[in-house]
């Protein structure tokens, strides 16, 4: 008995080290396994799903700028609690996309702002009715690297057999990337939490 208690004590020592010897070969796959973003094709609308408006509206204004579509439509969240604590207003995301997006740049006869979306489903909901109401071709999609893959996944769902070019952009993220996910708390709870929700949105939608 101790013979074997040791033998699988050393076997389990070596594989410790392995995995701990190798892993910034592994470490990193599971933040870009859910990064989809990629490079960018001219398209026919900027969509932005909502959430995290700030670093996603600057993503959307600067392809904007940079000529990669005429008009910018962005999906947004309802009235949310900081905003009124810190402000004193009851204020949308609505109101903050258009007010940021009308800073950057972004001229609001080229802005089209469709409030209400509480999550990624509602997002990929919003995208497939505006994409076919207006006979949309291709579009290009702002959101953060890591919920990339998800809300692929499940604007391809909502699009059902809608023919459409969509193209994934990652919006700036200046605190993590995807293969350095670990070294960041909120990189840590942001992929824990996407492979719930993928999870989730896999056995549900």
Wanted: aromatic fraction near 10%; charge should be neutral.
């Amino acid at each position: 008995m101790k013979k074997h208690l040791l033998r699988a004590a050393a076997v389990l020592i070596v594989v410790v080290l392995m995995v701990v010897a190798t892993r910034s070969w592994w470490l990193p796959v599971p933040g870009e396994w859910l990064d989809v973003s990629g490079p960018v094709e001219p398209a026919d609308i900027i969509f932005v799903l909502s959430g995290q408006s700030l670093w996603r509206a600057k993503g959307a204004a600067r392809l904007y700028q940079q000529h990669y579509a005429p008009h910018v439509v962005a999906s947004a969240g309802n009235t949310t609690d900081l905003l009124l604590l810190v402000t004193g207003e009851r204020i949308t995301e609505s109101d903050v996309l258009d007010r940021m997006l009308t800073g950057l740049g972004v001229p609001r006869d080229a802005t089209t702002i469709i409030g209400g979306s509480t999550s990624t489903r509602e997002d990929a909901d919003v995208f497939g009715r505006y994409v076919r109401s207006h006979h949309v071709q291709s579009a290009i999609v702002v959101t953060s690297h890591l919920h990339s893959r998800r809300a692929r996944w499940t604007i391809r769902r909502a699009l059902d057999d809608f023919s459409i070019k969509v193209q994934f952009v990652e919006a700036d993220q200046p605190f993590f990337t995807a293969s350095q996910w670990w070294q960041n708390e909120d990189g840590l709870v942001t992929v824990f939490g996407e492979y719930l929700k993928f999870a989730f949105y896999l056995t549900h939608y």
